[in-house]
């Protein structure tokens, strides 16, 4: 019996520990309490009052109950694993650390208690130390798992160490050898975790002995060692051992796709496809041949061992694999003619393979990558025998013969460029997936309503071609199709994810924010899909007015990743338990990377400027929010260029719709218009476009992390002594280079700075000219102006002038682009069109003019006249002089107050205009841009999904999900977009007024 029970009789303790296990808190409250009057002294009692305490949301409490049990330095394994639980749901796991350390010191030698300080130090990641411990229990009582800890934090100390702690490697090896010298391993896992040492340290040869000797006999899968073998003797180049091995593996696992290439790979030698597309082998081209036949043969003898009915299709598309290889290599040294006559071959293969498993759903994901290579005089020829072989197999099911000619449509999607059709063509392709649809639909009666149906591709694929018409003819039309078109989609199924997420992009892309939240939010988004596709709603919701709803998914996502950290040391621990050390790495390592996501630290910037949007309305307000981010020193450190460099980006944006490749990124209005027409619907961005894209994100991100401590030190400044800053101090000093570095992340320097503003609100064009986007480039403009206000620059009147210019220049580019959709355009569709500029108007009035209202209002705060303060004698020449500076200080700030507030009029009459629509019009215009009967017009879709045949059949579908019998009602849908719209529109209208009035109540 531990002293904590020996203290106080079991019987006293028992009905405390029954009533926490039931979750009868009050009742454990008050036995605790009675326990506590009895033995004030017992820590054990002490610990349970605060777990007690901690489940009941006391945390402050329960933490000066955990000190007063921790004063009394328990060393029971029942006070130290009850305070080890209150600390670490407290979020203190170095205070349960200390208890244990102090029991380590009592009792060096106790297995329980170091084995629970190793897991303490685990929950801190602190890696010496898990080594060091480790140790200690190896010598204690030798056995090797205690070892492989000691291992394993070694390997942790090198990850953490960004390959600084290298030499720790050739230690871990040493570990392991002598042990397996002395006693040999005796676990799989620990068996690998020397494999992957002696990988990293490029020792081949040593691994492979490993393998192949006594060791070896720990694999119980054959086929396990076997691969791992191959992928050695590939290393040491030993080609030929290498295939042997592989075509072992080959004929245990025929269908292992893996292991094909691999073994194509040996047969091949050394080779790799190079820049140009070629495949460049060191053999001559009889050797290829004779080496690619006789891959061929193997495969054709696999081939005839399988049984009939099974479907291995590994081995049937191994001859497309081979017909590639082929044509890299005629690439290599054939003539114009061979390398034709090969893509044909290669074109002959697909056709074979679709023959055969044209009807699964994996067919298209199959050969995606061998459509790229098939020459483009071969490309329609292929189109149209796909499409002809699809209607050719009559004796298969109506499910597979609907999933041919589904497959056929997805090959048209990858196969043709989006240049090679009209625009009739390409609405006359949408009309016959809309047909195919509706088959689809009779088919999919009889499934359960969380079984994905037979056609849900088809709707994917018409919304591509639809948003590619509206690319081209920006009818708004087809845009409005699409949107219906995935809302049918959602009505008959309401469990698409790939229809909500091209959906929530859709209603973004047109400012309708609250359809898109509501769609996203039936994704049921957590865990780790808040790092992964929470970018499809974010940028949204930033560039809204819908504060309340971005606070929540900012504070959602923040809490994922604090919350992390415990669970995936908690993960590592289990792992350790289980003896599963290849886990403990890959948790170790997946924390790490999340800890440097993109993604968390836009969620922690966006949370801070997200404060002080709130709170700018009033400069007191302000200051209190940047004093909880210290003075916007917090923010700071997030984006220090150290932790910049390191960040990882883990965002999926093989999720994004091919109009939107990345946030904020948009193929279809704009600048990028033209380059949607380049780009196919499967467009992967090269390595080169993906570092530019993350040097972009990054310099995105740094502004955010500035912009609260730049704007701490401008306030701070005006409070200075006439509100100049001394030359030479520190925060002169700091706000100099900080106001530098913002403008680095544009491209710019604060010695051209001002000439290149000049120069670009000079053109004709400020958006196309300028690489900074407007909110950045008024920001910019703004900061500088107020940097050489504050230090009363000699040149501060041609700044602010300067200011003036931009912000006209910026804010009438805003207004053009709001107007040409308004006014020039169909006004009863003004407010539905994409690209209104209404995100930049949003983030013009809640950012730049937030941070202008608060620096007037701290100079207008400075400049009140102040009373009781005597005249000096001997200083009228000086105060004259500070009156003429604030004289002309006042000018400057007048005329920036006074043209601030001329724009943001210009900007609430556009906006109470575009207010004034009636949205019962809007909506009958929207119906009849969906009803004309023009060829290449839109509505041909949805005009088949409306047909009363399916519509029947589609509401029946419903009826499974919703439980009730409602009908389809496009009028609704399109009621509730606009006036999604609206309330958008009235949110930034309503943040315009409030910052114009803020504006009007100053004076100078």
Same mark, same amino acid.
């Given at each position: 019996?531990?002293?904590?029970?020996?203290?106080?009789?079991?019987?006293?303790?028992?009905?405390?520990?029954?009533?926490?296990?039931t979750?009868?808190?009050?009742? $454990?409250?008050?036995?605790?309490?009675?326990?506590l009057?009895?033995?004030?002294?017992?820590?054990?009692?002490?610990?349970?009052?605060?777990?007690?305490?901690?489940?009941?949301?006391?945390?402050?409490?329960?933490?000066?109950? =955990?000190?007063?049990?921790?004063?009394?330095?328990?060393v029971?394994?029942?006070? /130290?694993?009850?305070l080890?639980?209150?600390?670490?749901?407290?979020?203190?796991?170095?205070?349960?650390?200390? =208890?244990?350390?102090?029991?380590?010191?009592?009792?060096?030698?106790?297995l329980?208690?170091?084995?629970?300080?190793?897991?303490?130090?685990?929950? #801190?990641?602190?890696?010496?130390?898990?080594?060091?411990?480790?140790m200690?229990?190896y *010598?204690?009582?030798?056995?090797?798992? %205690?070892?492989?800890?000691?291992?394993?934090?070694?390997?942790?100390?090198?990850?953490?160490?960004?390959?600084?702690?290298?030499?720790?490697?050739?230690?871990?090896?040493?570990?392991?050898?002598?042990?397996?010298?002395?006693?040999?391993?005796?676990?799989?896992?620990?068996?690998?975790?020397?494999?992957?040492?002696?990988?990293?340290?490029?020792?081949?040869?040593?691994?492979?002995?490993?393998?192949?000797?006594?060791?070896?006999?720990?694999?119980?899968?054959?086929?396990?060692?076997?691969?791992?073998?191959?992928?050695?003797?590939?290393?040491?180049?030993?080609?030929?051992? !290498?295939?042997?091995?592989?075509? #072992?593996?080959?004929?245990? @696992?025929?269908?292992?796709?893996?292991?094909?290439?691999?073994?194509?790979d040996?047969?091949?030698?050394? =080779?790799?496809?190079?820049?140009?597309?070629?495949?460049?082998?060191?053999?001559?081209?009889?050797?290829?041949?004779?080496?690619?036949?006789?891959?061929?043969?193997?495969?054709?003898?696999?081939?005839?061992?399988?049984?009939?009915?099974?479907?291995?299709?590994?081995?049937?598309?191994?001859?497309?694999e081979?017909?590639?290889?082929?044509?890299l290599?005629?690439?290599?040294?054939?003539? #114009?003619?061979?390398?034709?006559?090969?893509?044909?071959?290669?074109?002959?293969?697909?056709?074979? %393979?679709?023959?055969?498993?044209?009807?699964?759903?994996?067919?298209?994901?199959?050969?995606?990558?061998?459509l790229?290579?098939v020459?483009?005089t071969?490309?329609?020829?292929?189109? +149209?025998?796909?499409?002809?072989?699809?209607?050719?197999?009559?004796?298969?099911?109506?499910?597979?013969?609907?999933?041919?000619?589904? &497959?056929?449509?997805?090959?048209?999607?990858?196969?043709?460029?989006?240049?090679?059709?009209?625009?009739?063509d390409?609405?006359?392709r949408?009309?016959?997936?809309?047909?195919?649809?509706?088959?689809?639909?009779?088919l999919?009666?009889?499934?359960?309503?969380?079984?994905?149906?037979?056609?849900?591709?088809?709707l994917?694929?018409?919304?591509?071609?639809?948003?590619?018409?509206?690319?081209?003819?920006?009818?708004?039309?087809?845009?409005?199709? $699409?949107?219906?078109?995935?809302?049918f989609?959602l009505?008959?199924? *309401?469990?698409?994810?790939?229809?909500?997420?091209?959906?929530?992009?859709?209603?973004?892309?047109?400012?309708?924010?609250?359809?898109? /939240?509501?769609?996203?939010?039936?994704?049921?988004?957590?865990?780790?899909?808040?790092?992964?596709?929470?970018?499809?709603?974010?940028?949204?919701?930033?560039?809204?007015?819908?504060?309340?709803?971005?606070?929540?998914?900012?504070?959602?996502?923040?809490?994922?990743?604090?919350?992390?950290?415990?669970?995936?040391?908690?993960?590592?621990?289990?792992?350790?338990?289980?003896?599963?050390?290849?886990?403990? /790495?890959?948790?170790?390592?997946?924390?790490?990377?999340?800890?440097?996501?993109?993604?968390?630290?836009?969620?922690?910037?966006?949370?801070?400027?997200?404060?002080?949007?709130?709170?700018?309305?009033?400069l007191?307000?302000?200051?209190?929010?940047?004093?909880?981010?210290?003075?916007?020193?917090?923010?700071?450190?997030?984006?220090?260029?150290?932790?910049?460099?390191?960040?990882?980006?883990?965002?999926?944006?093989?999720?994004?719709?091919?109009?939107?490749?990345?946030?904020?990124?948009?193929?279809?209005?704009?600048?990028l218009?033209?380059?949607?027409? #380049?780009?196919?619907?499967h467009?992967?961005?090269?390595?080169?476009?993906?570092k530019?894209?993350?040097?972009?994100?990054?310099?995105?991100?740094?502004?955010?992390?500035?912009?609260?401590?730049?704007?701490?030190?401008?306030?701070?400044?005006?409070?200075?002594? +006439?509100?100049?800053?001394?030359?030479? @101090?520190?925060?002169?000093?700091?706000?100099?280079?900080?106001?530098?570095?913002?403008?680095?992340?544009?491209?710019?320097?604060?010695?051209?700075?001002?000439?290149?503003?000049?120069?670009?609100?000079?053109?004709?064009?400020?958006?196309?000219?300028?690489?900074?986007?407007?909110?950045?480039?008024?920001?910019?403009?703004?900061?500088?102006?107020?940097?050489?206000?504050?230090?009363?620059?000699?040149?501060?009147? &041609?700044?602010?002038?300067?200011?003036?210019?931009?912000?006209?220049?910026? /804010?009438?580019?805003?207004?053009?682009?709001?107007?040409?959709?308004?006014?020039?355009?169909?006004?009863?569709?003004?407010?539905?069109?994409?690209?209104?500029?209404?995100?930049?108007?949003?983030?013009?009035?809640?950012?730049?003019?937030?941070?202008?209202?608060?620096?007037?209002?701290?100079?207008?705060k400075?400049?009140?006249?102040?009373?009781?303060?005597?005249?000096?004698?001997?200083?009228?020449?000086?105060?004259?002089?500070?009156?003429?500076?604030?004289?002309?200080?006042?000018?400057s700030?007048?005329?920036?107050?006074?043209?601030?507030?001329?724009?943001?009029?210009?900007?609430?009459?556009?906006?109470?205009?575009?207010?004034?629509?009636? @949205?019962?019009?809007?909506?009958?215009?929207?119906?009849?841009?969906?009803?004309?009967?023009?060829?290449?017009?839109?509505?041909?879709?949805?005009?088949?999904?409306?047909?009363?045949?399916?519509?029947?059949?589609?509401?029946?579908?419903?009826?499974?999900?919703?439980?009730?019998?409602?009908?389809?009602? !496009?009028?609704?849908?399109?009621?509730?977009?606009?006036?999604?719209?609206?309330?958008?529109?009235?949110?930034?209208?309503?943040?315009?007024?409030?910052?114009?009035?803020?504006?009007?109540?100053?004076?100078?």
């Open positions: 019996m531990s002293s904590a029970k020996a203290a106080i009789a079991e019987r006293r303790l028992r009905p405390l520990r029954d009533a926490i296990d979750r009868n808190y009050k009742q $454990a409250l008050k036995l605790a309490t009675a326990l009057a009895k033995h004030p002294d017992s820590a054990y009692v002490l610990a349970l009052k605060a777990l007690v305490l901690e489940r009941t949301g006391k945390p402050d409490e329960a933490v000066a109950l =955990c000190t007063q049990a921790k004063d009394t330095k328990p029971d394994d029942l006070t /130290l694993s009850t080890q639980l209150v600390y670490s749901k407290l979020k203190l796991p170095n205070q349960a650390t200390l =208890c244990y350390e102090y029991a380590c010191s009592v009792m060096p030698n106790n329980e208690v170091l084995m629970a300080l190793f897991k303490c130090y685990v929950r #801190e990641y602190l890696y010496v130390k898990q080594q060091q411990t480790a200690k229990l *010598r204690l009582v030798g056995e090797e798992r %205690f070892l492989l800890w000691a291992v394993c934090s070694i390997l942790m100390q090198v990850g953490s160490s960004g390959g600084g702690g290298s030499k720790l490697v050739p230690l871990a090896e040493a570990l392991l050898k002598k042990r397996i010298d002395s006693h040999g391993l005796h676990e799989l896992e620990a068996l690998m975790l020397y494999i992957s040492i002696l990988q990293q340290e490029e020792k081949y040869e040593a691994a492979l002995e490993v393998i192949t000797g006594k060791l070896g006999e720990l694999f119980s899968i054959q086929n396990d060692k076997l691969r791992l073998q191959g992928e050695l003797l590939m290393r040491l180049h030993r080609y030929v051992e !290498a295939a042997d091995v592989f075509q #072992e593996v080959l004929k245990a @696992s025929s269908d292992d796709w893996a292991v094909f290439t691999s073994y194509l040996a047969s091949l030698g050394r =080779c790799q496809q190079a820049t140009g597309g070629e495949l460049a082998v060191e053999l001559e081209e009889h050797e290829v041949d004779q080496r690619l036949e006789k891959v061929l043969k193997l495969v054709s003898e696999l081939q005839a061992c399988i049984p009939a009915g099974e479907l291995k299709r590994g081995l049937f598309l191994a001859h497309v081979v017909a590639k290889r082929r044509l290599f005629r690439k290599k040294i054939g003539t #114009e003619d061979q390398i034709r006559e090969q893509s044909a071959v290669l074109a002959d293969t697909i056709r074979s %393979f679709f023959s055969r498993f044209g009807f699964l759903l994996s067919f298209s994901s199959d050969i995606s990558e061998y790229e290579y020459d483009e071969h490309r329609d020829q292929l189109s +149209n025998d796909l499409h002809e072989a699809s209607s050719q197999f009559q004796n298969e099911s109506p499910i597979k013969q609907l999933r041919r000619k589904i &497959s056929a449509f997805q090959v048209d999607e990858q196969l043709l460029s989006k240049g090679r059709a009209t625009n009739t390409l609405v006359l949408v009309t016959k997936m809309a047909n195919l649809y509706v088959e689809s639909l009779e999919s009666a009889d499934l359960d309503a969380q079984e994905s149906m037979h056609g849900e591709e088809l994917v694929l018409a919304t591509n071609l639809l948003t590619e018409l509206f690319r081209r003819t920006q009818n708004m039309g087809f845009l409005l199709e $699409a949107i219906l078109v995935l809302e989609g009505y008959t199924r *309401r469990y698409s994810s790939q229809y909500k997420l091209l959906l929530i992009d859709l209603y973004i892309l047109i400012s309708a924010v609250a359809p898109a /939240l509501d769609w996203y939010r039936t994704l049921d988004v957590k865990y780790i899909l808040i790092e992964t596709i929470s970018h499809l709603i974010l940028p949204g919701l930033l560039a809204s007015t819908r504060w309340a709803d971005l606070q929540g998914l900012l504070k959602d996502g923040i809490k994922f990743y604090e919350n992390h950290q415990t669970e995936s040391a908690d993960l590592t621990i289990l792992a350790y338990n289980h003896s599963t050390y290849s886990k403990v /790495l890959e948790f170790v390592e997946f924390k790490e990377r999340l800890e440097r996501s993109h993604q968390r630290l836009v969620f922690r910037s966006e949370a801070a400027m997200l404060s002080l949007k709130e709170h700018a309305n009033s007191e307000e302000l200051e209190l929010a940047l004093a909880e981010l210290d003075f916007g020193r917090i923010p700071l450190h997030w984006g220090a260029e150290e932790n910049l460099l390191s960040l990882s980006y883990n965002e999926d944006l093989q999720s994004r719709p091919w109009w939107s490749p990345a946030p904020e990124e948009c193929l279809l209005v704009g600048p218009r033209e380059a949607g027409a #380049e780009r196919n619907w467009y992967v961005e090269n390595d080169e476009e993906r530019k894209r993350e040097n972009c994100w990054r310099s995105s991100v740094k502004r955010r992390c500035l912009t609260p401590r730049i704007l701490s030190l401008l306030l701070n400044s005006v409070k200075e002594t +006439n509100g100049a800053l001394p030359s030479g @101090s520190d925060v002169a000093d700091e706000l100099e280079k900080l106001t530098g570095s913002y403008l680095l992340t544009l491209g710019l320097s604060t010695d051209t700075f001002e000439a290149w503003l000049q120069e670009t609100t000079s053109s004709d064009n400020l958006f196309e000219t300028s690489a900074a986007k407007p909110v950045d480039l008024m920001t910019s403009s703004l900061f500088w102006t107020m940097y050489r206000l504050s230090s009363k620059d000699s040149k501060s009147a &041609s700044t602010v002038t300067l200011f003036v210019k931009t912000m006209g220049c910026v /804010l009438e580019e805003v207004l053009k682009v709001v107007l040409r959709d308004l006014i020039e355009g169909q006004p009863e569709l003004k407010v539905l069109a994409p690209g209104t500029g209404l995100p930049t108007v949003s983030g013009l009035i809640s950012e730049c003019f937030a941070w202008l209202s608060v620096y007037l209002q701290a100079w207008h400075q400049m009140q006249p102040t009373s009781g303060k005597k005249k000096k004698k001997g200083s009228s020449s000086v105060e004259q002089n500070s009156v003429s500076v604030d004289t002309h200080l006042s000018t700030l007048e005329s920036i107050r006074a043209e601030a507030v001329l724009h943001l009029e210009k900007l609430q009459s556009v906006l109470n205009e575009a207010l004034l629509t009636n @949205s019962d019009q809007l909506q009958d215009v929207s119906n009849a841009t969906l009803t004309s009967n023009m060829a290449g017009s839109p509505g041909a879709v949805i005009k088949v999904l409306e047909s009363s045949r399916c519509l029947e059949i589609a509401t029946k579908l419903a009826a499974r999900t919703t439980q009730t019998q409602h009908r389809w009602q !496009a009028d609704d849908l399109l009621r509730n977009m606009i006036l999604s719209q609206h309330e958008a529109l009235d949110g930034v209208k309503s943040l315009c007024t409030l910052r114009l009035n803020n504006l009007k109540s100053l004076k100078f």
